[in-house]
T-cell receptor, first 113, second 113 residues
Framework: AAGVIQSPRHLIKEKRETATLKCYPI?????VYWYQQGPGQDPQFLIS???????DKGSIPDRFSAQQFSDYHSELNMSSLELGDSALYFC????????????FGPGTRLLVL | GESVGLHLPTLSVQEGDNSIINCAYS??????FIWYKQESGKGPQFIID?????DKRQGQRVTVLLNKTVKHLSLQIAATQPGDSAVYFC????????????FGTGTQLKVEL
């Protein structure tokens, strides 16, 4: 079965640079979620989109923005990167937005030097 | 409030034994709960979910128990196998609070041969 696709899988950036993470949800899924996971920590919710509209917002820094496009893929844009942004970034998708099973992608490992 | 794990509790079991992983949640308004399995370097993998109108749900080799009185969730894995070795997270959602998942502190399950 098709899964959530994330690209790139690994990314190395310098401080103050920008990064763009991409997420392609499972076919027919209309909701995407972004989570950040620091080393040894649990995933923390950042933001979600349902039918191309922002549906919920968590602890996402103002330096980050995201959107969902007409083909339902989503991009997380990160600017003025800081060392503390180094983490795993997961995208999840679901069909429907209210208490539907969220299926996670393999993640993007971001390292900020 | 949010739970963030600073270090992972570890459960070691012998192959073939049953495993019980526990989770305490803090939000009494949460009404949807999910267990995820996360292997090193991979995204969380859905195992089983339960809604607050149930106190038990069974899957293949797994059972989730929900005790809303004491805000406690457990995952039972029967006949634990080496492939079950991973970090297990419980996650909660409150329908009135958006579609984000709040993850609990993970538990590292180690299966000894």
């Amino acid at each position: 079965a098709a899964g959530v696709i994330q690209s790139p899988r690994h990314l190395i950036k310098e401080k103050r640079e920008t990064a763009t993470l991409k997420c392609y949800p499972i076919p027919r899924h209309d909701t995407v979620y972004w989570y950040q996971q620091g080393p040894g920590q649990d995933p923390q919710f950042l933001i979600s989109f349902y039918e191309k509209m922002q549906s919920d917002k968590g602890s996402i820094p103002d330096r980050f923005s995201a959107q969902q496009f007409s083909d339902y893929h989503s991009e997380l844009n990160m600017s003025s990167l800081e060392l503390g942004d180094s983490a795993l970034y997961f995208c999840a998708s679901s069909y429907g937005s209210l208490q539907e099973t969220q299926y996670f992608g393999p993640g993007t490992r971001l390292l900020v030097l | 409030g949010e739970s963030v794990g600073l270090h992972l509790p570890t459960l070691s079991v012998q192959e073939g034994d049953n495993s019980i992983i526990n989770c305490a949640y803090s939000n009494s308004a949460s009404d949807y709960f999910i267990w995820y399995k996360q292997e090193s370097g991979k995204g969380p993998q859905f195992i089983i979910d339960i809604r607050s109108n149930m106190d038990k749900r069974q899957g293949q080799r797994v059972t989730v128990l929900l005790n809303k009185t004491v805000k406690h969730l457990s995952l039972q894995i029967a006949a634990t196998q080496p492939g079950d070795s991973a970090v297990y997270f419980c996650a909660e959602n409150n329908a009135g609070g958006g579609n984000k998942l709040t993850f609990g502190t993970g538990t590292q399950l180690k299966v000894e041969l």
